[in-house]
C-alpha cells in the first residue's frame, strides 16, 4: 500500500527566512510519480511540480526547489526567501497508477 | 485556459436529502478524478473515469454515492440519503498528466 508522510503539521517562518517542507513515501512500485501541491486559504488546490520515479535530478523554479532522494524515499520541497503569499498548506502526494495519495499537509504561515 | 469547474461551490442540506453536484473539466483531458476532503486531512480518492468509463472506485465511495460521466465529457457526483458523516469538500480533478483540480463544493449535512 502507498502512504505519504508529512510529518511537520505547521511552521511558521518570517518573511524572507528559506524553508523546508519535509516529504517521506512508501511505496512497493518501482515506478511512480510525486507531486506538490499548494492550498492557499481560498481553498482551490495549485498544482506546483511533478516528477517520475527514474528523475533524481533535483529541479529549481524561481525561489522553489525540490529534492527528491529515493534512497530515504523522501521528496522534500524549499522555498527560498519566504514571502506572506507562500502561506498556504503544502500536500506531497504519491500516484503509482492513476489516483493520487496525499500527505495530511503542512501548513506554512510565512510572518511579515 | 478554462481551468476545472464545479457547481455548487457550497451545498447546505438535511440529513437524508439527496444531492448532487457537477463538474465540468478541462476541455482537452480525458481523464476526470473525485477527491473528498475532511478538515486538516488530505483530500481521499474517491472514483476516475476515462473518458465515460469509470475504472476505478475507492472503498470510500459507499453505495449511497454515485458518479458518473454520460459523454466523457461533464461528471456528476449525487450522494443519496446524506448522513452528517458525509460533510466535507467534495473536489474534482482532471488530467491528461498531472491532474489539475477545481475549486470544489463544499457540503453540509445538518
Known amino acids: 500500500a502507498q502512504k505519504v508522510t508529512q510529518a511537520q503539521t505547521e511552521i511558521s517562518v518570517v518573511e524572507k527566512e528559506d524553508v523546508t517542507l519535509d516529504c517521506v513515501y512508501e511505496t512497493r512500485d518501482t515506478t511512480y510519480y510525486l507531486f506538490w501541491y499548494k492550498q492557499p486559504p481560498s481553498g482551490e488546490l495549485v498544482f506546483l511540480i511533478r516528477r517520475n520515479s527514474f528523475d533524481e535530478q533535483n529541479e529549481i523554479s524561481g525561489r522553489y526547489s525540490w529534492n527528491f532522494q529515493k534512497s530515504t524515499s523522501s521528496f522534500n520541497f524549499t522555498i527560498t526567501a519566504s514571502q506572506v503569499v507562500d502561506s498556504a498548506v503544502y500536500f506531497c502526494a504519491l500516484s503509482e497508477s492513476y489516483q493520487l495519495t496525499f500527505g495530511k499537509g503542512t501548513k506554512l504561515s510565512v510572518i511579515p | ?110
Open chain 2, 1 to 110: 485556459d478554462t481551468g476545472v469547474s464545479q457547481n455548487p461551490r457550497h451545498k447546505i442540506t438535511k440529513r437524508g436529502q439527496n444531492v448532487t453536484f457537477r463538474c465540468d473539466p478541462i476541455s482537452e483531458h480525458n481523464r476526470l478524478y473525485w477527491y473528498r476532503q475532511t478538515l486538516g486531512q488530505g483530500p481521499e480518492f474517491l472514483t476516475y473515469f476515462q473518458n465515460e468509463a469509470q475504472l476505478e472506485k475507492s472503498r470510500l465511495l459507499s453505495d449511497r454515492f454515485s458518479a458518473e460521466r454520460p459523454k466523457g465529457s461533464f461528471s456528476t457526483l449525487e450522494i443519496q440519503r446524506t448522513e452528517q458523516g458525509d460533510s466535507a469538500m467534495y473536489l474534482c480533478a482532471s488530467s491528461l498528466g498531472p491532474q489539475y483540480f477545481g475549486p470544489g463544493t463544499r457540503l453540509t449535512v445538518l
